[in-house]
């Protein structure tokens, strides 16, 4: 069965690279909310995101997205790494963004579970200090690299 896979997974390779990078590309939109409602909030004190009563919710689903985009973007950068072994330069790097994506999922639901949480009851599930708060929003934007990787891999491929 896991041969199989290997195989599929393998043959698909270039699909799975496009589906890993829509998936992961949702993701600017949840960087676009972080950094305008959360991140110059908390160092400006003026709230920039443009909120509708639809928004939160789309927001929302587009974090628990990263759930699976995080899966694929491991397991495509874990099937480069295994199986591409041509240059010592593309091994570093696929051991980067495998590395990047892995602490990504890490604190996925420490954060995400507090602010369904918030804004669903109003009240924080859990105190987490400030200085942990900024430690996992930085986390957030290792995405970046990972993104402009992949749509450089796209790029490439075609």
């Not at 110059?40 to 919710?57: A, C, N, P």
């Not at 789309?58 to 099937?79: R, T």
């Not at 859990?126 to 430690?135: A, F, K, M, T």
């Amino acid at each position: 069965m896991l041969k199989k896979f290997i195989n599929f997974y393998l043959r698909y390779q270039n699909l799975n690279l496009k589906i890993s990078f829509l998936l992961i590309s949702l993701q600017l939109l949840h960087l676009y909310w972080l950094t305008t409602d959360v991140v110059l909030y908390r160092i400006t004190g003026t709230d920039y995101f443009v909120e509708t009563s639809g928004f939160v919710l789309l927001f929302i689903i587009i974090d628990y997205i990263e759930i699976p985009a995080l899966v694929s973007g491991i397991i495509y950068y874990f099937f480069n790494l295994i199986y591409n072994k041509k240059e010592t330069e593309k091994r570093i790097k696929n051991t980067i963004f495998l590395v990047l994506l892995a602490i990504q999922s890490i604190h996925i639901l420490w954060i995400t579970d507090d602010i369904v949480y918030s804004t669903f009851v109003g009240a924080d599930l859990i105190e987490i200090p400030e200085y942990l708060v900024w430690i996992a929003i930085l986390i957030d934007y290792l995405e970046l690299p990972v993104i402009y990787d992949l749509l450089k891999r796209i790029i490439k491929k075609e």
